[in-house]
T-cell receptor, first 110, second 117 residues
Framework: QKEVEQNSGPLSVPEGAIASLNCTYS??????FFWYRQYSGKSPELIMF????GDKEDGRFTAQLNKASQYVSLLIRDSQPSDSATYLC??????????FGRGTSLIVHP | GAVVSQHPSRVICKSGTSVKIECRSL??????MFWYRQFPKQSLMLMAT?????????EQGVEKDKFLINHASLTLSTLTVTSAHPEDSSFYIC?????????????FGDGTRLSIL
């Protein structure tokens, strides 16, 4: 079992809709969770991080963490074509090397 | 916010050339930096962990004599691809965090696209 699982997609949503990206993980000791966005041909950029169970909102983005069920999700409200990218889920436990998922490709069509 | 600078952004060179890539943390000190490689439409692959003042830790299958890593200061790590061949053509990305704690996110450089002819 991979440590961080993401559906590779592509996830296709219409402009203005809510995009929901999910990530499950196997290490119950994971403490911190990060979402990165990577445009084609570019390096990843940090969108959000979350440490505690529940929701964390930042503009159009909401990260949701459920440690009991071992999943973390990212909601993008009012999706725009410029949100089309690959979204990487990452987690970290203590000082261990961060672990990345393979990413979910999101396509927002006009 | 934390800024990681990586250069060059693109390198095109002949087979057999050695190529050095620099990764700098501009506004913070990074005792640890990470080097990744990414082939087209593939996921990030961690190559090695660069530790300031000590030897890098390489992931399984990554040749340490092929990919030389030097982390001589708290703000600079370099990756040298020695005697590069076409199969080494890839997108190389470094990352660094402001600390080693679990709550520290990694910030990525802009990446170096290496093309070996």
């Amino acid at each position: 079992q991979k440590e961080v699982e993401q559906n590779s997609g592509p996830l296709s949503v219409p402009e203005g809709a809510i995009a929901s990206l999910n990530c499950t993980y196997s290490d119950r000791g994971s403490q911190s969770f990060f979402w990165y966005r990577q445009y084609s041909g570019k390096s990843p950029e940090l969108i959000m991080f979350i440490y505690s169970n529940g929701d964390k909102e930042d503009g159009r983005f909401t990260a949701q963490l459920n440690k009991a069920s071992q999943y973390v999700s990212l909601l993008i409200r009012d999706s725009q074509p410029s949100d089309s990218a690959t979204y990487l889920c990452a987690l970290r436990r203590g000082s261990y090397i961060p672990t990345f998922g393979r990413g979910t490709s999101l396509i927002v069509h006009p | 916010g934390a800024v990681v600078s990586q250069h060059p952004s693109r390198v095109i060179c002949k087979s057999g050339t050695s190529v050095k890539i620099e990764c700098r943390s501009l506004d913070f000190q990074a005792t640890t930096m990470f080097w990744y490689r990414q082939f087209p439409k593939q996921s990030l692959m961690l190559m090695a962990t660069s530790n300031e003042g000590s030897k890098a830790t390489y992931e399984q299958g990554v040749e340490k004599d092929k990919f030389l890593i030097n982390h001589a200061s708290l703000t600079l790590s370099t990756l040298t691809v020695t005697s590069a061949h076409p199969e080494d053509s890839s997108f190389y990305i470094c990352s660094a965090g402001t600390g080693t704690g679990s709550d520290q996110p990694q910030h990525f450089g802009d990446g170096t696209r290496l093309s070996i002819l």
